[in-house]
């Protein structure tokens, strides 16, 4: 059994930085990507930043130049990186991990509990 567990949000005052981490866990042999989403009230979930096992990285448009995604693979950890944070960037963030292999499953994905980040006025 695989499992991603979050940690790092918080409240925090615009400008302000935070840096989320999440870990996987379980007989794992290798993750092709991992990475974080966010859903804000009212709204659909979306892609915050993907990061592959070769370090490739993709960002969403809002949070390019701001925050930075960066992955242990010897962890099965990966981090964001949140700096110059906005309001609007208050949102329930995620952590995704996909194309995990071990713990008896073959390119599986698996989704952390998420965890609350507000950022004040």
């Known amino acids: 059994q695989v499992q991603l567990v979050e940690s790092g949000g918080g409240l925090v005052q615009a400008g302000g930085s935070l840096r989320l981490s999440c870990a996987a866990s379980?007989?794992?042999?290798?993750?092709?990507?991992m990475g974080w989403y966010r859903r804000a009230p009212g709204k659909q979930r979306e892609l915050v930043a993907v990061?592959?096992?070769?370090?490739?990285?993709n960002y969403a448009d809002s949070v390019k130049g701001r925050f930075t995604i960066s992955r242990d693979n010897a962890k099965n950890t990966v981090y964001l990186q949140m700096n110059s944070l906005k309001p609007e960037d208050t949102a329930v963030y995620y952590c995704?991990?996909?194309?995990?292999?071990?713990?008896?499953?073959?390119?599986?994905?698996?989704w952390g509990q998420g965890t609350q980040v507000t950022v004040s006025s």
């Open positions: 995704n991990a996909d194309g995990v292999r071990g713990g008896g499953a073959f390119l599986a994905n698996y």
């Open positions: 379980g007989s794992i042999f290798s993750i092709n990507a």
């Open positions: 990061i592959t096992s070769g370090s490739s990285t």
